[in-house]
């Protein structure tokens, strides 16, 4: 099946430090998504991004579908940024539900 | 509804015991997911359910673990004879998806169970 790897897998930020997460998809996808995992577990979306560039606020996403990565930027990093980054994709064949990598624990600190 | 909801919110349980888990979607989502997440791992797929169609069974790992979704609507988990390793959180996502790919996923906050 396909294989979502996400790195760096625990990343320790200074507040005010910038960050790029990575994730590789080992096939096609058509569909990735980016969620963060507060401290409470609820899983936040941070963008829907099967290709191409998405910004919002100190975040932003670039999917590079012809070489499957893609990146995540974290600007003036805050301590709320704090918690778990999660990768998702679907192939891009077939009929088959998102599949997560194992996450980038971020951790911030004042 | 305004997000996905999912109940219990915890649920405590004694080895052997049966438990359902319920999960309501936001309003005209067709794509209904169930994802479990054991402590500090990433997230496992279970089930999911899109419109009419077959539900996509393929993640649930024993046959103890049953989904149903009635009405297109609302869904339930049930795992039976509940063992110490179903100890999780469970999750539960939807999407607006008429037909491949997936759409955008929104998650309720889980229903965390212990078994004892």
């Known amino acids: 099946g396909i294989q979502v790897e996400q790195s760096p897998p625990d990343l320790i930020l200074q507040e005010g430090a910038n960050s790029t997460l990575r994730c590789n998809f080992s096939?096609?996808?058509?569909?990735l998504q980016w969620f963060h995992q507060n401290p409470w577990g609820q899983l936040i979306n941070l963008f829907y991004?099967?290709?191409g560039t998405k910004q919002n606020g100190r975040l932003s996403a670039t999917t590079v579908a012809t070489e499957r990565y893609s990146l995540l930027y974290i600007s003036s990093s805050q301590t709320t940024d704090s918690g778990v980054y999660f990768c998702?994709?679907?192939?891009?064949?077939?009929?088959?539900?998102?599949?997560f990598g194992k996450g980038t624990r971020l951790s911030v600190i004042a | 509804g305004a997000g996905v909801s999912q109940s219990p919110s915890n649920k405590v349980t004694e080895k052997g015991k049966d438990v359902e888990l319920r999960c309501d979607p936001i309003?005209?989502?067709?794509?209904l997911y169930w994802y479990r997440q054991s402590l500090g791992q990433g997230l496992e797929f279970l089930i999911y359910?899109?419109?009419?169609?077959?539900?996509?069974k393929s993640g649930l790992p024993s046959d103890r673990f049953s989904a149903e979704r009635t009405g297109g609507s609302v869904s339930t988990l049930t795992i039976q004879r509940t063992q110490q390793e179903d100890s999780a959180v469970y999750l539960c996502?939807?999407?607006?998806?008429?037909?491949?790919?997936?759409?955008?996923?929104?998650f309720g906050e889980g229903s965390r169970l212990t078994v004892l």
């Open positions: 996502a939807s999407s607006f998806r008429t037909s491949f790919p997936t759409g955008e996923l929104f």
């Open positions: 096939d096609s996808v058509n569909n």
């Open positions: 991004i099967p290709s």
């Open positions: 998702a994709v679907d192939l891009n064949s077939g009929n088959t539900p998102l599949v």
């Open positions: 309003s005209g989502h067709t794509a």
């Open positions: 359910f899109q419109g009419n169609s077959a539900p996509d």
